[in-house]
């Protein structure tokens, strides 16, 4: 089989690529390795940003429908001491430019405006060979193959088309996270659900943290986030709920009980991530016929910019090639040109959100990253 642009991976920067290429007339395949587009869940709540993650779905001519998914009041947050008390506030009166939605509603969007066929499921890659000329054969684990002028890598922080390009890899942050859920929290955990309020909470000290969001139907999504060396999740049997919980909250000791709440009255497993981020300034030589999107092109710590990162090299990417008919490879220089330092650039600001939040001064450090962003 010969497609002239493979993607791979459909998340939302192969997505939006995919997206804006059909809007243009332009026809790619994306190949994904789940089942389904239901075979796992896809997150929480994005915030989507008005100078790049708005911009990308206004390309893709589906910011109409993106303003019917934004969570209400999603863009309030709050800051917690260790003991629960309050120490910043913001309500969202709907002027912050960072409207909240799920990710998977947003996901479903861009699903929803592609052609049929165009996404092919169950396709893990599992090789790819060079051939003359920058076109690749893409090997799947069904045995099936196809042959490619473009090859696009949307296939996240552990990418395989990275590896044409370079054989840098991500690096542990020293911060593993775990994912918790609380449902109903309303009428079942009304303190912990006060605590978080209509939007985002920040509670850290001593290098670590609880992070929730307030989901529809009263679903309070937290990320622990702990200081622990490489690996030492592997130590706990996750599937375990009662006692990885209590384990993750003994983490938390003298914090207030709203807070931990958070972590044992989880009605889910809990999952732990290991935080994991590129370098910076990565960056790779022009390579014939591939290029990356999102994660797999600039994986940083969390900071709230990958997913509208992600969409924003989607909707360039295509940019880039409408803009250079019949040239690909004039099209991936340009687009790669301004990639490297955009990239660069988000990298340096999350690493300071980072910073903010985990370094000896926090919670005040955060707290003044908002006042000089106020200012």
Same mark, same amino acid.
Request: glycine share 12%; aromatic share 8%; with cysteine.
């Given at each position: 089989?010969?497609?002239?642009?493979?993607?791979?991976?459909?998340?939302?920067?192969?997505?939006?690529?995919?997206?804006?290429?059909?809007?243009?007339?332009?026809?790619?395949?994306?190949?994904?390795?789940?089942?389904?587009?239901?075979?796992?869940?896809?997150?929480?709540?994005?915030?989507?940003?008005?100078?790049?993650?708005?911009?990308?779905?206004?390309?893709?001519?589906?910011?109409?429908?993106?303003?019917?998914?934004?969570?209400?009041?999603?863009?309030?947050?709050?800051?917690?001491?260790?003991?629960?008390?309050?120490?910043?506030?913001?309500?969202?009166?709907?002027?912050?430019?960072?409207?909240?939605?799920?990710?998977?509603?947003?996901?479903?969007?861009?699903?929803?405006?592609?052609?049929?066929?165009?996404?092919?499921?169950?396709?893990?890659?599992?090789?790819?060979?060079?051939?003359?000329?920058?076109?690749?054969?893409?090997?799947?684990?069904?045995?099936?193959?196809?042959?490619?002028?473009?090859?696009?890598?949307?296939?996240?922080?552990?990418?395989?088309?990275?590896?044409?390009?370079?054989?840098?890899?991500?690096?542990?942050?020293?911060?593993?996270?775990?994912?918790?859920?609380?449902?109903?929290?309303?009428?079942?955990?009304?303190?912990?659900?006060?605590?978080?309020?209509?939007?985002?909470?920040?509670?850290?000290?001593?290098?670590?943290?609880?992070?929730?969001?307030?989901?529809?139907?009263?679903?309070?999504?937290?990320?622990?986030?702990?200081?622990?060396?490489? &690996? #030492? /999740?592997?130590?706990?049997?996750?599937?375990?709920? !009662?006692? *990885?919980?209590?384990? %993750? =909250?003994? @983490?938390?000791? &003298? #914090? /207030?009980?709203?807070?931990?709440?958070?972590?044992? !009255?989880? *009605?889910?497993?809990? %999952? =732990?991530? @290991?935080?994991?981020?590129?370098?910076?300034?990565?960056?790779?030589?022009?390579?014939?016929?591939?290029?990356?999107?999102?994660?797999?092109?600039?994986?940083?710590?969390?900071?709230?910019?990958?997913?509208?990162?992600?969409?924003?090299?989607?909707?360039?990417?295509?940019?880039?090639?409408?803009?250079?008919?019949?040239?690909?490879?004039?099209?991936?220089?340009?687009?790669?040109?301004?990639?490297?330092?955009?990239?660069?650039?988000?990298?340096?600001?999350?690493?300071?959100?980072?910073?903010?939040?985990?370094?000896?001064?926090?919670?005040?450090?955060?707290?003044?990253?908002?006042?000089?962003?106020?200012?």
């Amino acid at each position: 089989m010969t497609s002239a642009i493979t993607i791979i991976g459909a998340g939302l920067g192969g997505l939006m690529l995919a997206r804006v290429l059909h809007v243009h007339g332009i026809a790619a395949t994306v190949y994904e390795a789940d089942a389904s587009a239901h075979a796992r869940t896809q997150g929480g709540m994005l915030d989507i940003h008005d100078y790049n993650g708005q911009p990308a779905l206004r390309a893709a001519g589906l910011y109409d429908q993106f303003v019917g998914l934004i969570h209400p009041g999603g863009e309030a947050m709050r800051v917690l001491s260790k003991d629960g008390a309050l120490l910043f506030a913001q309500a969202d009166d709907g002027s912050g430019g960072r409207p909240e939605v799920l990710r998977g509603e947003l996901r479903r969007l861009l699903l929803a405006s592609l052609p049929a066929g165009a996404v092919q499921w169950g396709r893990k890659l599992t090789s790819i060979a060079a051939l003359a000329d920058g076109e690749h054969v893409v090997t799947f684990a069904d045995g099936s193959r196809v042959t490619t002028r473009l090859l696009v890598g949307a296939d996240g922080a552990w990418s395989k088309v990275r590896q044409l390009l370079t054989d840098v890899k991500p690096t542990y942050s020293g911060k593993t996270f775990v994912e918790t859920f609380l449902f109903d929290s309303d009428r079942l955990y009304p303190d912990s659900a006060q605590a978080v309020g209509g939007g985002a909470l920040f509670a850290m000290a001593g290098g670590q943290g609880i992070f929730a969001h307030r989901e529809p139907n009263g679903v309070l999504h937290t990320y622990a986030a702990l200081n622990k060396p490489q &690996g #030492w /999740a592997a130590g706990i049997d996750f599937s375990d709920r !009662g006692a *990885a919980l209590a384990r %993750v =909250a003994a @983490e938390f000791e &003298g #914090w /207030a009980p709203a807070l931990t709440t958070l972590i044992t !009255g989880s *009605a889910t497993d809990p %999952v =732990a991530r @290991e935080v994991m981020s590129l370098p910076g300034d990565h960056r790779w030589a022009r390579t014939p016929g591939v290029t990356l999107v999102g994660d797999a092109a600039h994986l940083m710590v969390p900071s709230g910019e990958g997913a509208n990162l992600a969409m924003f090299d989607g909707a360039e990417l295509a940019r880039a090639i409408v803009a250079h008919p019949g040239d690909i490879e004039a099209a991936l220089a340009a687009y790669e040109n301004d990639l490297f330092p955009r990239s660069a650039l988000a990298a340096a600001e999350a690493v300071g959100v980072f910073d903010a939040c985990f370094g000896p001064n926090a919670p005040q450090s955060l707290l003044d990253m908002f006042a000089g962003a106020s200012a």
